[in-house]
C-alpha cells in the first residue's frame, strides 16, 4: 500500500493499490464491468438516460450536465462520431486529473467506451497536457493493454462494437483546454478557439460530430453505470450530485487532493482535510476552483462547495482547485502572477481579451511597484468589466473574473499600494 | 423569406445570411444602418474576434456579433441603443490601447477605419498611461507591401485574404495574446499575384503598398469610377486622381466581375497612362522618310489623300484595318462603319494573349476583345496573312498590338507598304514604318464602353486629360471618314450618340447606352458573334 492523504471516494478508492493503474489490477477491483453491462445489456439510450438522471455535471469547469452535452450528438448523421478526452489540465491551482490519469487511466477508458457506446462514436482522442509525460505513459500503457485485451479496436469485447482509442500530446498553451481551441490543437492548428455555433457536437474534431468530457467527467461514468444514478445522487448535493476531488494548495499545513462529494464546506476542506493555515495565521482569502476563479475572503468560507451555492458569493466551483492564502499575502502581487499569466496565455483572437489581459496587467504591476493612483483602480475595474461576457471563448471571463473578485474583496490592499506608493505586505510570496 | 427589424426598419433578407450580410445584401451596411467592423468582410470567411460589431438582439440576453449571428424570422436588433454604444467604446478604447496614434505621419490617414470609427464611436481621451507595444517599424514583407506591426489591430483580413483569395497564404498570426504579430514565414515573402489587396483591405496603416505610399495624402484624391485595361476581365476600379494625374488603381466593389479584389499587374497599369513612351504629337513621314510633327487636321489630310489615291488606283480592296481590343465600342463602332463604307473588306482585331487564373486574370490581355468582335472584327490573323501575301497596300492601325508574335512579329511585314496610319497611345516599332501618326487617349481619359470577357458591358469615363492634345480613336476616324467624303461621316464625334447608334445597330447592345450602364455595367444580350464563338 502506497501512503495515502485522499480522503477517499469510489473514483481513488483504489489508488493506493501498487497495480490499480494495470488492466490485470483495475479488472482485480471489478474493471470493465460497468462497461460490458453497457455494451452488452443497455441500449445507448438508456446509458444516456442513467447519466442524465444521476445528474452528472461535466468536471472541467463549466459543469454542463454531461448525459445533455452525449444527446446533442446527432444520431441521424453518417458522419464518424467522436469523442474527445479533454486531459489538457493546465489552470493553476489544478492538478486533480493528473492523479486520474497516473492511477486511475483503466477507469477513465471504461468511461470513455460507456460515453462511446451511449453516443455512438467510433474513436476517441485523448489529448493529454505536454508537461504531463509521466501520466500520458501511463495512459499510453492502459491503451495498449485494452487493445491487446480485445477491449478496444474493431470488436470490444466480443460485441462487434468498434472504438479505437488514440493519445495526442499538446504543446503547453493553456487555450489547449477549451474544447475548440483544443480542437483545433489537436488537428494540428494553433490552438485558438473557436466561434460557436457551430458547437462540437455538429462540427467538431476535423469536422465530425464531437463530444468533448473532462478526464474526470469520464472516470465517473463506470461507477455511474454499474451501481445506478440514485446511488450516485446518495453523494453531494441535490443539484450536484457525486464528489469530486479537491486540489488544495498553498498556505496550508497538508496540500494535496481531497475526494470529497460536492457540497462539502469550503472551511471543512481547508481547516480539517487540509489541516488550516501553518504558523498559526490566518486565512486571508481562498481562490474556490483553479485560478479563474473569483477568490472568496475569509468571512466567506463557509460555503458549500457545489454551484448552486458558489454562484450566490459571485465565484464557481471551476476545477476544483483551492487555493488559499493566508494573512501576509498580498492581493496585488496575488493580482499581478494571475493577471501575468492570462495576459500571457490570451490567443489574441479577440481585442477584449488580446488587448484586455495585457493592460490590466501593466495597471496591476504598476500598482504592485507604488506608481499608481487611485483612478488607476477604477480603470482596472473598468477593463475588467469591458472583456466579461464579449468574447469567443470564456478565457476573457477567465481573465477578468479572479481580478473582479480581488477588488471587490480585497480592494483595500490596492488602496494602500497607492497611499504607501510601495507592497505593504514586504516578504509576500515570491515566483 | 425572413422578415427582421433593425433599429425600427423591417427588412425582409435571405435565408441563412448573417446580420451584417443582410444589410450588406440591401445596401445598408455603412449606409443607412451603421455597425462599425474591422475584421468582417464581405468577401472573406467570418473571422469574429474583432468584436466591434456587436448589435443587441431582443430575447439573447448578451450582445451578439452581427458579423455571425444569422437572421431569424421576427428577429428585433438594435444597433444603435446605450449598451451597443458602451460596447463599441470599450472596443475602440481596447484597441487603442497599443495603437501608436501616429495618423500624421501614417499615410493611412484620410482612409483609416481606426481613424474614422474612433472619430464617430470611441472615446475622447485614452485611459491608459501604460507604455505601448514596441514592434517592427517597416518590415519589408515582399515586393509589393510594407508592415507596420505597431499600427497592426490584428483583425486578420490579410491572413484570410492570403489563405483564401489566391490561396497561397504567406501571412500568418505568430504568438499570441497581446504579443501577437503578423508575419510571413522565414523564407516565404509575401509574394503573389493578388498581393497589393492586403493593403485595401487592412483597416488601419498596418499594410501599405510600396508602391503608393507617402505619394499623396488620400485626402487630395478624387475617386473616378473606372475599367482596368490590362485584361478582358474588367476588374472594377477608382482611379485616384489629383493634380489631373492619376496616382493609383484601388479595386472598386463589383460582385459581378471582381468582387472587391484586383490583381497587383492591373492595379500597377495605371502608369501606363502618364509613361514617357506615351504619343504625343502627330506626325507625317515627309519625302525624305523622316517623321514630321504636324497638326491633326495636316495628319488627317495626309492620310486622306493617300487613301484617296489607292483607292482611285486600285480600288478599296487593298486598304485594311487593324482594331484594337484597347479602344471602347464606340471607337470601334465608328471604325468598322468607316471600313464598310470605304468599302474594305480586310479587318481583324489584335490581342495579346498570356497567362490567366481561375480568379480574375484572363487570357487575353486587354478590355475590350469581346466588345471587338460583337462588332464585326475577326481574327487579325486573315489581316496580317492578306498582307503577306501581297494583297494590301494600306493598313489603318490602332494600337500595336498585332506586333506580337505569330501576327505581325514585328514592324518588318508592313515596311514595304505604300500607306501605314496609326493611331496609337504608345511608341512601337510601328512608328519605324507609319507613315501617319496620331496620338490617341488611354482608356483613363475617355468616355465610352468596353465588353468584358463575361460579356458585361462597363463604362469608362474621363479621369484625366493628357496635357498635350489627343483624340478619341473614334473621333480620328470620324474626321478621316469626313475627308475622305464617305457617307455618314461629317467629321463630329460624339461618344453618347454613337453609342445609341451602336444600340440601335446592333441588338446586342440594344438599350445600352452610356447613363444607362451606369458604374456597374450591364451584360450584352446574346447575339449571332456570341453564339458562333461559343
Known amino acids: 500500500m502506497l501512503e495515502s492523504p485522499y480522503v477517499t471516494q469510489y473514483l481513488t478508492e483504489h489508488f493506493a493499490e501498487a497495480d490499480y493503474p494495470t488492466l490485470k489490477g483495475y479488472e482485480r477491483f471489478g474493471g470493465y464491468a460497468a462497461a460490458r453491462k453497457a455494451l452488452t445489456e443497455m441500449t445507448p439510450d438508456e446509458v444516456i438516460e442513467v447519466v442524465k438522471t444521476a445528474g452528472l455535471q461535466g468536471r472541467g469547469g463549466a459543469g454542463f450536465p454531461a448525459g445533455m452535452k452525449w444527446s446533442f450528438m446527432p444520431k441521424e448523421d453518417d458522419r464518424p462520431k467522436y469523442l474527445v478526452c479533454n486531459a489538457d489540465e493546465s489552470e493553476p491551482g489544478s492538478f486533480k486529473d493528473r492523479i486520474l490519469l497516473e492511477r486511475g487511466a483503466h477507469q477513465m477508458l471504461e468511461g470513455i467506451l460507456i460515453a462511446a457506446w451511449a453516443t455512438g462514436a467510433c474513436a476517441t482522442f485523448i489529448y493529454i497536457r505536454g508537461e504531463y509525460a509521466f501520466p500520458a505513459a501511463q495512459v499510453e500503457r492502459a491503451v495498449a493493454e485494452a487493445y491487446a485485451k480485445g477491449y478496444l479496436g474493431d470488436n470490444v469485447m466480443g460485441t462487434g462494437f468498434r472504438h479505437d482509442v488514440r493519445v495526442t500530446r499538446g504543446a503547453g498553451a493553456y487555450i489547449c483546454g477549451e474544447e475548440t481551441g483544443l480542437l483545433e490543437s489537436l488537428e494540428g492548428k494553433k490552438g485558438q478557439p473557436r466561434k460557436k455555433p457551430p458547437f462540437p457536437a455538429q462540427y467538431g474534431a476535423f469536422g465530425m460530430p464531437t463530444t468533448v468530457n473532462n478526464v474526470e467527467t469520464f472516470s465517473h461514468v463506470p461507477h455511474i453505470i454499474a451501481k445506478g444514478a440514485n446511488w450516485f445522487r446518495s453523494f453531494g448535493t441535490e443539484k450536484s450530485p457525486g464528489t469530486t476531488i479537491f486540489g488544495v494548495s498553498g498556505h496550508v499545513v497538508r496540500p494535496g487532493l481531497y475526494e470529497l462529494p460536492l457540497g462539502t464546506p469550503l472551511s471543512e476542506i481547508v481547516f480539517e482535510h487540509a489541516g488550516g493555515v501553518p504558523g498559526g495565521r490566518k486565512v486571508k482569502g481562498v481562490i474556490p476552483g483553479g485560478m479563474s476563479m473569483p477568490i472568496l475572503p475569509a468571512g466567506q468560507l463557509d460555503v458549500p462547495m457545489a454551484n448552486e451555492f458558489l454562484r450566490e458569493q459571485k465565484t464557481m466551483l471551476g476545477t476544483g482547485g483551492v487555493m488559499v492564502m493566508d494573512e501576509t499575502t498580498c492581493m496585488v502581487r496575488a493580482a499581478s502572477v494571475i493577471s501575468y499569466f492570462f495576459r500571457d496565455e490570451s490567443c489574441g483572437q479577440c481585442t477584449q481579451c488580446r488587448e484586455g489581459t495585457g493592460w490590466m496587467n501593466k495597471i496591476i504591476e504598476r500598482i504592485e511597484r507604488g506608481a499608481g493612483e487611485e483612478a488607476d483602480i477604477e480603470v482596472l475595474g473598468d477593463v475588467a468589466g469591458k472583456m466579461e461576457a464579449k468574447t469567443i471563448c470564456a478565457f476573457a471571463d477567465a481573465a477578468a473574473w479572479p481580478i473582479q473578485g480581488l477588488l471587490r474583496h480585497f480592494r483595500d490592499d490596492f488602496v494602500e499600494h497607492v497611499r504607501q506608493r510601495k507592497c505593504p505586505f514586504p516578504g509576500s510570496f515570491e515566483l | ?534
Request: proline content about 5%; overall charge negative; charged content about 25%.
Open chain 2, 1 to 534: 423569406m425572413p422578415k427582421i427589424t433593425i433599429d425600427g426598419n423591417e427588412l425582409e433578407v435571405a435565408e441563412g445570411r448573417t446580420i451584417l450580410q443582410a444589410l450588406d445584401d440591401a445596401g445598408l451596411l455603412m449606409n443607412g444602418i451603421d455597425i462599425p467592423h474591422y475584421c468582417w468582410h464581405p468577401k472573406l470567411p467570418v473571422d469574429g474576434s474583432c468584436r466591434l460589431c456587436q448589435v443587441e438582439v431582443e430575447g439573447i440576453p448578451k450582445l451578439q456579433i452581427a458579423c455571425d449571428t444569422p437572421v431569424r424570422d421576427g428577429m428585433v436588433v438594435h444597433t444603435q441603443n446605450e449598451r451597443v454604444k458602451q460596447a463599441r467604446e470599450g472596443v475602440m478604447e481596447l484597441l487603442l490601447v497599443n495603437h501608436p496614434l501616429d495618423c500624421p505621419i501614417c499615410d493611412q490617414a484620410g482612409e483609416c477605419k481606426l481613424q474614422d470609427y474612433t472619430y464617430d464611436y470611441g472615446v475622447q481621451a485614452s485611459r491608459s498611461k501604460e507604455p505601448r507595444r514596441a514592434l517592427k517599424k517597416n518590415v519589408d514583407l515582399g515586393p509589393t507591401i510594407v508592415f507596420d506591426q505597431e499600427r497592426c489591430i490584428l483583425c486578420r483580413r490579410c491572413v484570410r485574404f492570403c489563405r483564401e483569395i489566391p490561396k497561397t497564404g504567406e501571412l500568418a498570426i505568430f504568438n499570441r495574446g497581446d504579443h501577437s504579430v503578423i508575419e510571413t514565414f522565414p523564407g516565404t515573402p509575401l509574394d503573389n499575384p493578388y498581393s497589393m489587396n492586403v493593403a485595401d483591405i487592412c483597416p488601419v496603416g498596418a499594410l501599405t503598398t510600396k508602391d503608393f505610399r507617402f505619394k499623396i495624402r488620400v485626402w487630395f484624391l478624387e475617386d473616378v469610377p473606372g475599367i482596368c485595361t490590362g485584361c478582358s476581365n474588367g476588374c472594377n476600379i477608382h482611379l485616384g486622381v489629383a493634380n489631373n494625374k492619376v496616382y493609383r488603381y484601388v479595386p472598386r466593389r463589383n460582385d459581378a466581375v471582381n468582387d472587391t479584389w484586383i490583381c497587383d499587374a492591373g492595379r500597377m497599369s495605371y502608369r501606363r497612362i502618364g509613361a514617357p513612351d506615351r504619343l504625343r504629337e502627330c506626325a507625317v513621314r515627309d519625302e525624305s522618310g523622316r517623321l514630321e510633327p504636324v497638326g491633326l487636321d495636316r495628319a488627317i489630310e495626309v492620310a486622306a489623300s493617300r487613301l484617296r489615291r489607292l483607292v482611285d488606283s486600285k480600288g478599296p480592296g487593298v486598304i485594311a484595318g487593324l482594331a484594337s481590343a484597347h479602344a471602347t465600342n464606340e471607337d470601334l463602332f465608328t471604325f468598322r462603319r468607316f471600313l464598310a463604307a470605304l468599302g474594305s473588306e480586310t479587318h481583324g482585331v489584335a490581342v495579346v494573349r498570356g497567362e490567366a487564373d481561375d480568379l480574375l486574370i484572363k487570357e487575353e490581355k486587354a478590355p475590350n476583345a469581346v466588345g471587338a468582335r460583337e462588332l464585326g472584327f475577326g481574327d487579325a490573323r486573315t489581316v496580317v496573312d492578306r498582307i503577306g501575301s501581297g494583297g494590301v497596300d494600306a493598313v489603318i492601325a490602332l494600337g500595336n498590338d498585332a506586333l506580337q508574335e505569330g501576327l505581325l512579329g514585328s514592324e518588318e511585314p508592313l515596311a514595304n507598304l505604300d500607306t501605314v496610319i496609326v493611331l496609337d497611345t504608345h511608341a512601337s516599332e510601328l512608328q519605324r514604318v507609319a507613315h501617319v501618326i496620331v496620338p490617341v487617349r488611354h482608356a483613363a481619359e475617355k468616355l465610352g464602353t468596353f465588353v468584358n470577357a463575361a460579356r458585361r458591358v462597363q463604362r469608362v469615363v474621363p479621369a484625366v486629360e493628357s496635357v498635350w492634345e489627343t483624340y478619341s480613336d473614334g473621333e480620328v476616324i470620324a474626321k478621316l471618314g469626313a475627308a475622305l467624303g464617305l457617307e455618314g461621316f461629317d467629321g463630329s464625334y460624339d461618344a453618347r450618340q454613337v453609342a445609341r447608334d451602336l444600340a440601335a445597330a446592333n441588338p446586342a447592345f440594344a438599350g445600352i447606352d452610356l447613363d444607362s450602364v451606369g458604374d456597374a455595367g450591364r451584360p450584352l444580350a446574346d447575339s449571332a458573334a456570341s453564339k458562333a464563338e461559343r
